[in-house]
């Protein structure tokens, strides 16, 4: 009994950490002294020069689409192939007149497809051309 005794002991063992310390230590100062050295690289953004808005005295040839897929140009009821000659009637009255194409919620993508290739078929280019719903 008195051997086991003599075997365990009050005293509490511990670990040193100072080694561990030092290792963070060095590491950290190894990784401030990286960091100010890195330099980000990236691109120069330019915004373009402002320009001086122009006023639009041309109504907008409208193009809607309703709920149950006809098409109406300027509130009047066209057929799918009469399209691209309306168009190019109202655009030669007014040929820096824009279109707006206004699709209904509820209609089908046939019928705004035929409505888009009608103007297209009409060379009306892309920045005269704005969609709306």
């Known amino acids: 009994m008195k051997r ?6 009050n005293d509490e063992s511990y670990i040193d950490i100072t080694p561990m310390l030092d290792v963070v230590f060095i590491m950290l100062i190894f990784f401030i002294v990286t960091a100010s050295f890195v330099r980000e690289q990236g691109i120069g953004l330019y915004s373009p020069p402002v320009q001086e808005p122009t006023e639009v005295t041309t109504a907008p040839i409208i193009v809607s689409v309703t709920e149950t897929d006809e ?5 009047r009821l066209v057929n799918g192939s009469a399209v691209k000659p309306t168009i190019l009637r109202l655009r030669a009255e007014n040929p820096q007149s824009a279109v707006v194409l206004k699709v209904a919620h509820q209609a089908k993508t046939k019928a705004m497809i035929r409505a888009l290739d009608g103007i297209r078929a009409a060379n009306v280019q892309l920045p005269s051309v704005s969609l709306s719903t």
């Open 4 to 9: 086991l005794s003599g075997l365990i002991s």
């Open 71 to 75: 098409i109406l140009i300027q509130n």
